[in-house]
C-alpha cells in the first residue's frame, strides 16, 4: 500500500490506494473525521423534522397572499444550488409555473416584480445568493431567503422586509442538504407549487434515520450498504445514472459529494441523455477494454489488473404516479435502465444498482441519497482522506478572491 503523500501541497494527505482495514475500526474512523461529517450526514432525518418546524414559525403570508408568480428562480451555488434543482424535480414536469436554477451572482435580465427569488446559503454569505437576493430586492420581486442566522444574508432579508428561514449551521453545506432543501420546497408549497405535506416530510425524516442507523461506522461493510458501496467504487472511475429526473438530481449529488468528500472523478447525469452518446464509455480503454484485457490469473498489482476501471451506478426510479406525473412513461424509463445493465454485463463493467423506495417524491429522493452520502464519507476514509477539509477548494478561494483592501 502507498503511503501518505510526502512532500507535495501542504495539507493534501491520504493514500492513493483505499484501505478496507480503515472501515473496521469506529473509533479511528472517527478520530480520521475531526470535522464530524459522519455525525452530520446522520442528522439528515433531524434536519428534516427541524426545518419542518422552523417552516411553521416562518411568516409566509406574503408569499400566499400575492398569488402565484410568473416564475421561481431559486438562486445559490454547491449544495444551496441543489435544492434548486430539488424542487423542479418534486414540483415535477406539470408544476404550471417554471422554477429556475441560477448558480451565478445576480439575477437573470427578465426577473422582476412578478417573480419569487429563494436565496439560499448555508454560510449566508456566498456572493451568488446575496447579489440575486440584493437584485431581488431591488427589482421588486418576491423574496425568500434560507441560510445560516445572524448572516449577511439574514440582514438583507430583514432589510427587504422578507421571509428568513433560520438553518442553523452546524456542519458545511454538503452535510446540511436537508435543512437547506426543505424549506426551499416549503416555501414554494406556500405558493402552491409543491404538494409536499406533514406526513411526507415525517416518513422522510424516519426513512433517512433508519438509513443512517444501517450505515454507522460501527456496522461491517458486509450489512453497511455504505462501506460496501465505496468499498465497491474504490480505485474506479464512478459513472453515476439515473433513470428518471428524480434519479439523475440523486445521482448528481452523489457526484458533488464523491468529489468533495472522496474526491474522486465522477461522471453523472441523465440516463436518457447517456444513452445517446456518453453510453459509449462503456467500450472504452476504461471500460470494455480494459475489462476484456483482464488477466484473472494474473498477479494483482501487475498493470493489466490494476487499470483503473469504471464501475456504473445505476439509481433507478419506478415512478410514483406515472399517467399523472412524468413526461415519460415509466415503463420506458424502466426498459432503458435494464438495457443499460444488460450492456455492462456484456462488457464486464460491474454495475451497482439503488432502488428509489418510499410513498412521496421527497422520501423517494431520500431513499437514494442517503446511502450514497455515507459511501462517500467512507471511501474518503479509506483512503485516509479528511471528508471535510478540502484544501483545493480553501486554496481555490484564497488564490482567487482579491486581496481585502489596504492588503495589496
Ligand atoms: O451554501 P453556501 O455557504 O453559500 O456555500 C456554497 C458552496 O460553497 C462551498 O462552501 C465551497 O466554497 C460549498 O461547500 C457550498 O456548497
Not at 473509533?27 to 461529517?37: H, I, Y
Not at 431591488?138 to 421571509?163: C, F, H, I, T, W
Request: with cysteine.
Amino acid at each position: 500500500m502507498a503511503g501518505p503523500l510526502e512532500g507535495g501541497v501542504p495539507g493534501v494527505a491520504g493514500h492513493r490506494h483505499a484501505d478496507e482495514s480503515l472501515l473496521d475500526d469506529e473509533k479511528s474512523m472517527l478520530a480520521n473525521d475531526p470535522g464530524g461529517m459522519l455525525r452530520a450526514t446522520a442528522s439528515a432525518g433531524a434536519q428534516v423534522r427541524e426545518a419542518a418546524a422552523l417552516a411553521a414559525e416562518t411568516d409566509l403570508s406574503m408569499l400566499a397572499d400575492e398569488g402565484r408568480p410568473r416564475a421561481v428562480v431559486v438562486a445559490g451555488i454547491g449544495t444551496a444550488g441543489l435544492t434548486g434543482s430539488i424542487l423542479s424535480t418534486v414540483a415535477g414536469p406539470r408544476c404550471p409555473v417554471p422554477i429556475i436554477g441560477h448558480r451565478s451572482p445576480g439575477l437573470p435580465g427578465w426577473v422582476g416584480a412578478a417573480d419569487v427569488v429563494i436565496a439560499v446559503s448555508a454560510s449566508g454569505r456566498s456572493p451568488e445568493a446575496l447579489a440575486a437576493a440584493e437584485a431581488a430586492a431591488r427589482r421588486g420581486a418576491r423574496l425568500v431567503a434560507v441560510g445560516n442566522p445572524d448572516s449577511e444574508l439574514e440582514a438583507m432579508a430583514a432589510r427587504a422586509r422578507a421571509p428568513f428561514f433560520a438553518v442553523p449551521r452546524r456542519a458545511p453545506a454538503r452535510a446540511s442538504l436537508w435543512g437547506l432543501a426543505v424549506p426551499v420546497l416549503l416555501a414554494a408549497r406556500a405558493i402552491g407549487l409543491v404538494k409536499v405535506n406533514e406526513a411526507d416530510l415525517a416518513e422522510t425524516a424516519t426513512r433517512l434515520d433508519a438509513d443512517a442507523e444501517r450505515c454507522r461506522p460501527g456496522a461491517d461493510s458486509f450489512v453497511n450498504p455504505a462501506k460496501a458501496l465505496a468499498l465497491s467504487l474504490a480505485g474506479s472511475i464512478p459513472i453515476v445514472w439515473g433513470s428518471s429526473p428524480l434519479a439523475t438530481v440523486a445521482a448528481r449529488r452523489f457526484a458533488d459529494t464523491l468529489a468533495a468528500n472522496a474526491r474522486y472523478p465522477v461522471m453523472a447525469g441523465a440516463l436518457g441523455e447517456a444513452g445517446r452518446g456518453r453510453v459509449g464509455l462503456l467500450d472504452g480503454v476504461f471500460g470494455g477494454l480494459a475489462e476484456s484485457s483482464r488477466d484473472i490469473f494474473a498477479d494483482s498489482d501487475t498493470e493489466e489488473t490494476s487499470a483503473t476501471r469504471l464501475r456504473l451506478v445505476l439509481f433507478r426510479d419506478g415512478g410514483l404516479n406515472p399517467e399523472e406525473d412524468a413526461d415519460e412513461p415509466v415503463a420506458v424509463e424502466e426498459r432503458r435502465a435494464d438495457a443499460v445493465q444488460t450492456l455492462a454485463e456484456r462488457r464486464g463493467v460491474r454495475c451497482d444498482v439503488l432502488t428509489a423506495e418510499g410513498g412521496s417524491a421527497i422520501e423517494r429522493l431520500a431513499s437514494l441519497t442517503a446511502v450514497p452520502d455515507f459511501a462517500s464519507l467512507y471511501l474518503a476514509l479509506a483512503h485516509g482522506l479528511d471528508p471535510m477539509a478540502v484544501p483545493a477548494i480553501s486554496e481555490m478561494k484564497e488564490l482567487s478572491n482579491p486581496l481585502p483592501e489596504g492588503m495589496q
